[in-house]
């Protein structure tokens, strides 16, 4: 048994179905890339991952370390371990980043029945993991994302993501908006986190991502499920070739 | 031939002109004072309640909202002052001089009096009592208004405070009318007030109720000259009617800043008259109101840019739970000679349950030709989107939902420049959302 099993996922938005059938095992520690051309739904698993609304499945199963999750909310994902990198990360006005760092960790502790962090402790931890991936105090200090550049943004994304300290962590096109330099920085952040004791799902449209963040398996989608799965060079296969060919093999 | 069609009297119509034939040679004041209540109380008698029709009271039908006027109330006893003692608590722990009013009566007894220079403090029904010149001077006529919450208020006003604060003074501390309820039988009070602020002087001025049970027709007239800095912070709770007009004039070059704050209120009408008197005036008229049950909250500023170079700034939040109505109306009037005027006006509502209503009516009157003005109106449930990013994190739906209320509140909060009271309100919106459970 997998870590993280998606058997046969069929997946409906607004009357739309984007999953069609989905079945994908990622194993603990492994990071396993998603490509796949746009309208694939590779979105939406990810969504679907995390638990939001209106997210229909139809048919099918996620099972987390055996058990499904289907029926769980997103903050009862959150505490089993599951994080979502947002592609397009929420500006919560009013909220400051440290306040909600350290809500969102104490929940989940809470949830686990783990004691509460004390606050030297998580002003520690939070000082330490944000120095790396140059995010200053300053943004700390501001309401979450509220003028934050789209760098900034990813790079609170993977900010978030070391101090909770997920099994399953889900970047969602984690590249997208960012220049090279950006990228490295998050690169280097994800790869920080990289660990026998937790599973990524590297989602990206692009090869180039995955020069910084090598996966160990790529999965490529289309149409709703996986078309085709293999090592990294997969992903150089799809740069050289493109999408088209898997186009029609979903048909 | 015209007949004029006047429907009959409701009961609250009744019992308000009876008050005021009992009570009004007992009222304070002879002279231009019975003069000034009788001419307030014939527009009352002509017109009646305002009802939906009168345009300026479309959403708070009083007329239909009002069922009944409760007896005058009486000078508190022993027994109503005790009940009074910790009313205003809402600031806990913050330093003012506390001026404790009792079922609208000044008490002394339980007052900060201390003497500083540069402030006088008095009773408005010693004042008309006396014929202070201070009184006759500026009350009823800070603000011109045909406003029947107004006439009410003058044809039976019986006390509140008069201060005066002396050219170039600056109190320590915040003054803090403190208005408590102390009778146990419901009871109504005309309370009147009337604050002036000369020149260059600086203050600010908290106005506490909490009414209780019984109702309350409060007016504050409030005379601010050139260079002066008013902070003024209003804070309403109470059971039953509240209707409160704020009528103040402000100078030249002067810093006003005021903050309604309103919860666990049942029928609230907070009425705000401003009116921009001197050249380069810098304002900022700003409220959150929390709403639940059937609560009912209109907020109506008529704001009138009667000089050139001011800037105003309007911002008004108010979240709504429940079957609860919130009303917002905001009338910027900008005269013709206002040239160079910069208003901005914005005023959201966040709706948290289906049955709630919020009804927001922003308006703009300008007759001169070189101004910035601007208004935006919003109501909407709790952002999705922003839910469920905060829920992925880990935060339960509740607390998510908190946050973000917080948050949306906060906002408003967070402008008020005295750091105790942005505290105390916080601290009184959280409490309130910690009631939602």
């Given at each position: 048994?997998?870590?993280?099993?998606?058997?046969n996922?069929?997946?409906?938005?607004?009357g739309?179905?984007?999953?069609?059938g989905?079945?994908l095992?990622v194993?603990m520690?492994?990071?396993?890339?998603?490509?796949?051309?746009n309208?694939?739904g590779?979105?939406?698993?990810?969504y679907?991952l995390?638990?939001?609304?209106?997210?229909?499945?139809?048919?099918g199963d996620?099972?987390?370390?055996?058990?499904s999750i289907?029926?769980?909310?997103?903050?009862?994902?959150?505490?089993?371990?599951v994080?979502?990198?947002?592609?397009?990360?929420?500006?919560?006005p009013g909220?400051?980043?440290?306040?909600?760092?350290?809500?969102a960790?104490?929940?989940?502790?809470k949830?686990?029945g783990?004691?509460?962090?004390s606050?030297?402790?998580?002003?520690k931890?939070?000082r330490?993991?944000?120095g790396?991936?140059?995010?200053?105090q300053?943004?700390?200090?501001?309401?979450?994302?509220?003028?934050?550049?789209?760098?900034?943004?990813k790079?609170n994304?993977?900010?978030?993501?070391?101090?909770?300290?997920?099994?399953?962590a889900v970047?969602?096109e984690t590249d997208?908006?960012?220049?090279?330099?950006?990228?490295?920085?998050?690169?280097?952040?994800?790869?920080?986190l990289?660990?026998?004791?937790?599973?990524?799902?590297?989602?990206?449209?692009?090869?180039?991502l995955?020069?910084?963040?090598?996966?160990d398996?790529?999965?490529?989608?289309?149409?709703g499920?996986?078309?085709?799965?293999?090592g990294?060079?997969?992903?150089?296969?799809?740069e050289a070739?493109?999408y088209?060919?898997?186009?029609d093999e979903?048909? | 031939?015209?007949?004029?069609?006047r429907?009959?009297?409701?009961?609250?119509?009744?019992?308000?002109?009876?008050?005021?034939?009992?009570?009004?040679?007992?009222?304070p004041g002879?002279?231009?004072?019975?003069?000034?209540?009788?001419?307030?109380?014939?527009?009352?008698?002509?017109r009646g309640?305002?009802?939906r029709?009168?345009?300026?009271w479309?959403?708070?039908d009083?007329?239909?909202l009002?069922?009944?006027?409760?007896p005058?109330a009486?000078?508190?006893?022993?027994a109503a002052?005790?009940?009074?003692?910790?009313?205003?608590?809402v600031?806990?722990?913050?330093?003012c001089r506390?001026?404790?009013?009792?079922?609208?009566t000044?008490?002394p007894?339980?007052s900060d009096?201390?003497?500083e220079p540069?402030l006088?403090?008095g009773?408005?029904?010693?004042a008309?009592a006396?014929?202070?010149?201070?009184?006759?001077?500026?009350v009823?006529?800070?603000?011109?208004t045909e406003?029947i919450?107004?006439?009410?208020?003058?044809?039976?006003?019986g006390d509140?405070a008069?201060?005066?604060?002396?050219?170039g003074?600056?109190?320590?501390r915040?003054?803090?009318?403190?208005?408590?309820?102390g009778?146990?039988?419901?009871?109504?009070?005309?309370?009147r007030?009337l604050?002036v602020?000369?020149?260059g002087?600086?203050?600010?001025?908290?106005?506490?109720?909490?009414?209780?049970?019984?109702?309350?027709?409060t007016?504050?007239e409030?005379?601010?000259?050139?260079?002066?800095q008013?902070?003024?912070?209003?804070?309403?709770?109470?059971?039953?009617?509240?209707v409160?007009?704020l009528?103040a004039?402000?100078g030249a070059?002067?810093?006003f800043?005021?903050?309604?704050?309103?919860?666990?209120?049942?029928?609230v009408?907070?009425?705000?008259?401003?009116?921009f008197?001197?050249?380069?005036?810098?304002a900022?008229i700003?409220g959150a109101s929390l709403?639940?049950?059937?609560?009912?909250?209109d907020?109506?500023?008529?704001?009138?840019?009667?000089?050139a170079?001011?800037?105003?700034?309007?911002?008004?939040?108010t979240?709504?739970?429940?079957?609860?109505?919130?009303?917002?109306?905001?009338k910027?009037?900008?005269?013709?000679h206002?040239?160079?005027?910069?208003?901005?006006m914005?005023t959201?509502a966040?709706l948290?349950s289906?049955?709630?209503e919020a009804d927001?009516k922003?308006?703009?009157?300008?007759?001169a030709?070189?101004v910035v003005?601007?208004?935006?109106?919003?109501?909407?449930a709790?952002?999705?989107g922003?839910k469920?990013?905060?829920?992925s994190?880990g935060?339960?739906?509740?607390e998510?939902e908190?946050?973000?209320?917080?948050a949306?509140?906060?906002e408003?909060i967070?402008?008020i420049a005295?750091?105790?009271?942005?505290?105390a309100?916080?601290?009184a919106?959280?409490?309130w959302?910690?009631?939602?459970?």
């Amino acid at each position: 048994m997998s870590f993280l099993e998606v058997k046969n996922l069929h997946v409906e938005v607004e009357g739309k179905k984007i999953l069609n059938g989905l079945t994908l095992s990622v194993e603990m520690g492994q990071v396993a890339a998603i490509m796949g051309p746009n309208g694939s739904g590779k979105s939406t698993l990810a969504y679907v991952l995390a638990g939001k609304d209106n997210y229909n499945v139809t048919e099918g199963d996620i099972l987390l370390d055996g058990a499904s999750i289907l029926k769980m909310a997103p903050d009862e994902r959150a505490a089993k371990g599951v994080f979502l990198a947002f592609q397009y990360p929420v500006e919560v006005p009013g909220v400051a980043t440290m306040t909600f760092l350290r809500t969102a960790l104490n929940a989940q502790r809470k949830t686990r029945g783990e004691p509460e962090l004390s606050t030297p402790d998580f002003i520690k931890l939070v000082r330490d993991t944000a120095g790396h991936l140059g995010v200053s105090q300053e943004m700390l200090r501001r309401a979450v994302n509220v003028g934050f550049s789209g760098g900034e943004k990813k790079r609170n994304e993977i900010l978030q993501m070391a101090i909770l300290q997920p099994r399953l962590a889900v970047l969602d096109e984690t590249d997208s908006g960012l220049d090279i330099d950006a990228l490295k920085v998050v690169a280097d952040g994800v790869n920080r986190l990289r660990s026998p004791d937790r599973s990524m799902i590297v989602i990206t449209h692009y090869q180039r991502l995955l020069e910084f963040i090598v996966p160990d398996v790529v999965h490529v989608l289309a149409k709703g499920r996986v078309v085709k799965s293999g090592g990294k060079e997969l992903a150089l296969e799809l740069e050289a070739k493109g999408y088209a060919q898997y186009a029609d093999e979903a048909a | 031939m015209n007949v004029e069609v006047r429907p009959t009297k409701t009961p609250a119509e009744q019992a308000l002109s009876a008050s005021y034939a009992a009570a009004r040679d007992r009222l304070p004041g002879q002279g231009a004072v019975a003069a000034l209540r009788e001419d307030a109380f014939r527009r009352f008698d002509a017109r009646g309640l305002p009802h939906r029709r009168v345009e300026e009271w479309k959403y708070t039908d009083l007329r239909a909202l009002m069922r009944d006027s409760y007896p005058l109330a009486t000078p508190p006893d022993a027994a109503a002052k005790l009940r009074a003692k910790n009313a205003g608590t809402v600031l806990g722990g913050l330093d003012c001089r506390r001026l404790v009013f009792v079922d609208g009566t000044f008490a002394p007894e339980l007052s900060d009096l201390v003497p500083e220079p540069g402030l006088a403090i008095g009773s408005m029904a010693d004042a008309l009592a006396k014929g202070d010149p201070l009184v006759a001077t500026h009350v009823g006529k800070t603000i011109a208004t045909e406003d029947i919450g107004v006439a009410l208020n003058t044809a039976l006003m019986g006390d509140g405070a008069v201060i005066r604060i002396s050219a170039g003074a600056e109190p320590k501390r915040p003054i803090h009318l403190v208005f408590a309820a102390g009778s146990d039988t419901p009871s109504s009070a005309f309370i009147r007030s009337l604050i002036v602020v000369e020149k260059g002087a600086k203050v600010t001025i908290i106005e506490s109720h909490d009414s209780g049970e019984s109702q309350v027709n409060t007016a504050l007239e409030l005379v601010a000259a050139d260079e002066t800095q008013i902070d003024y912070c209003k804070i309403t709770q109470g059971r039953a009617l509240h209707v409160s007009s704020l009528l103040a004039s402000v100078g030249a070059r002067a810093k006003f800043n005021s903050f309604a704050f309103t919860s666990d209120a049942q029928l609230v009408r907070n009425q705000n008259f401003i009116r921009f008197a001197g050249e380069g005036t810098k304002a900022a008229i700003r409220g959150a109101s929390l709403l639940r049950g059937s609560e009912h909250v209109d907020t109506t500023l008529l704001i009138e840019h009667a000089a050139a170079h001011c800037e105003s700034r309007e911002q008004f939040k108010t979240v709504l739970d429940g079957q609860s109505h919130g009303v917002f109306q905001g009338k910027i009037v900008v005269q013709p000679h206002a040239q160079k005027t910069d208003a901005k006006m914005m005023t959201r509502a966040l709706l948290l349950s289906d049955e709630a209503e919020a009804d927001n009516k922003p308006e703009l009157e300008i007759f001169a030709d070189d101004v910035v003005c601007g208004h935006g109106a919003t109501a909407g449930a709790l952002d999705p989107g922003l839910k469920f990013y905060l829920m992925s994190r880990g935060i339960h739906a509740k607390e998510a939902e908190a946050l973000l209320i917080q948050a949306f509140i906060g906002e408003t909060i967070e402008e008020i420049a005295h750091a105790g009271i942005r505290d105390a309100l916080m601290i009184a919106a959280l409490k309130w959302l910690g009631a939602r459970g």
